[in-house]
Every structure is written in structure tokens, then in C-alpha cells.
């Protein structure tokens, strides 16, 4: 097996701890809101304390940051048995264990746990002020925005689906949109037809059709109705938009999955070349690393520009884009989400362990 075939290997088996640990935490979140706090909180139209209500908390995310740290280590390991058996150092030959407890390590899990834990919560925050100021302008009863909120209890599983805990901004707004793509089907296919001058109107030519999140086992309702220049009722259209935000959740614990453990995987590399060098294995100068990426159609522009890029163990990686970044996935040093959400690049370390041995 390659050392590409490994690392896709140790991808895929983390994506899914890392996307279950993300939706289990969320699922806890939720089936333990105590609903009459949040309504509460929403009448008195208080966004902090409905938020609050929530539970959401770093101890809540712990299931997610602790599968961050299990990759994190596992890539520690990984990289260490590519390592000579034994190393020679000033103090005589050794075997390398990679050290998780290294304080640099630590400092990188806690910092980079909690910007995540961070980002999170701070989009969950916003979601709720959303939907507690258009519920507000709509005049909604406050159950029923709090329910949007934290999702309603699915009879099959008991458990809350639908809610916007977890979500990005962008993603509760999508459903925002979906939704009142879903409330204009009543005569649409009609004022599509009249406004297109030439040419004809398909009822798949809906704007709703256009959204990739939707569930598509219901298309042939929403279809139907278009058709007949009807309304779809109301509990139609909140089962749709529950089906929309539970797929916007699992594409977001996707996202954060497969982002994250390539990224733990990268950074671990990197912080056991780091160990190798501090104990005297190695010389920083004998490291070189090399940007290697996925090499298919789905590589960012900037990420196939940067493929074949060559730096020192502590030079980092510059993008076309002025992005820099010490491995793939790397925020340290700015980078932005364009540059590391997904990014399925790795770093081909060439390490010389027997540079300037006597």
C-alpha cells in the first residue's frame, strides 16, 4: 500500500468518528433541551438566553474534539513507524514514540478544538437570532419557533429532527429560502410561462429543483402541486423543510469530518517530524517537504498550482492566492476556509536520518 493509499485509508476511517461524534453531540444537544426555557426566552424575545437554554457548551462538543485528538494521535503513530526502528541520537540510539502529550501538541488540540468548538457555536448563536426575529416579524407562536429551533420529535426514532443547531448561517438561510421556494407553488408554472417570452416552462424549471439538499423522494409532491397550480399544505412543506435542514446537518458534519481529519492526520505529521528533530534524531535542515496533492479534477485551482511546491521543515507553503500554510488544512497563519474546507492534499515528507553521521 502506498503512503497515499494509507492516508486515504486513515481519511476514511476517521471522516466517519469524527462525522458520527459531530452528529451525536448536536443529537444530545437537542433531546436534552428543556423546551418551556427556550420558549421562555423567545417570548421575552431574549436571542442570549434562548441560546443559553440550549446547553450548547465546550463540554457538550467533547464527543467532537475527542475524536479530533484520536486521529491527531493515530497520524503521530502512523508517521513514527515510517521512521527508521531506531533513531541515533546525542544520547545514544532510541526508539521514537510520538509524544501526544508533547506540550506543543497539546497546545495545538486545544487551541484548534476550541476555534472549532468556537465557530460552531457562534453560528448556532446566530441561527437562533434569525429565527427568533422572523418568527417575531411573522407573529408566530413562540412554541413553534422554539421547535424550529431545536427540531421536533420524530415518532418513528424519539428523537428531535429538523432544528438549526449545528447549522452554518449560510445553511439556515438556504433553508430560509427553500421554504418560501416551497410556499410559491400556486399558480407558479402559469407566471413562469406568461413572463418567458419564448420557449416553454417545465415544472422541474421550479427554483426549488435547483437545491441540492432537498429530499428528493418528495419531488413528485412538490411537482404535483406546481402542476396544479396549488398550495402545498403547510405540514407538507414543514416535513420538507425538516427533511432539508436534517441533510444540511449531515452535509455539514461531512464538511467538518472530512476537513478535519485530514487535517489532524497533516498536522500530526508534521508534529512528529518536529519530535524527531528536538530529540537529535534529525536535523531541521535534513527535513524537506514536498505539497502533494489529490491530483483529479476536484483539486482547488491554487492546491494543483501549489502540487510539487518544496519547503524546509519550518518554511511554510505559499498559495497563488498569498494563502500560507505550514501542511494542508493549516489555519495557523491565516489561511482562510477557501483555502483548507475539504482539501484532500497531503505533505510528502523526505527525511535524510543519516545526514552528516560520522
Known sequence: MTPRQKLNALIDMFTGDIRSAFLAAIRDITSNVILNNVIRAIQAGDVEAAFFALGFSDAAMRPLTAAIERAFETGGVFTGATFPKYLNTPSGRVVFRFDVRNSRAEAYLRDHSSTLVSRIKEDTRANVRNVLQVGMQDGRNPRNVALDIIGRIDPGTKQRVGGIVGLTTNQEAWTRSAQAKLQDTENWLERAQAERSRGTVSVTDHPYFKMGLR???????????????????????????????????????????????????????????????????????????????????????????????????????????????????????????????MCRCRVKSVIDFFADLD
Open 215 to 341: 429530499d428528493k423522494r418528495f419531488d413528485r409532491t412538490v411537482a404535483a402541486a406546481i402542476k396544479n397550480g396549488e398550495y402545498l399544505p403547510a405540514e407538507t412543506v414543514q416535513k420538507l423543510i425538516t427533511r432539508y435542514r436534517d441533510n444540511a446537518l449531515k452535509y455539514r458534519g461531512e464538511s467538518i469530518a472530512r476537513t478535519e481529519a485530514l487535517q489532524s492526520l497533516n498536522a500530526s505529521e508534521y508534529e512528529a517530524t518536529k519530535q524527531a528533530v528536538e530529540m537529535g534524531a534529525v536535523k531541521a535542515e535534513a527535513v524537506k517537504r514536498e505539497w502533494d496533492s489529490a491530483g483529479d479534477s476536484r483539486v482547488r485551482w491554487s492546491h494543483r498550482r501549489l502540487d510539487g511546491q518544496q519547503v524546509g521543515l519550518d518554511e511554510p507553503f505559499v498559495s497563488p492566492t498569498g494563502a500560507h500554510m505550514m501542511h494542508p488544512g493549516d489555519t495557523s497563519l491565516g489561511a482562510s476556509a477557501d483555502e483548507v474546507i
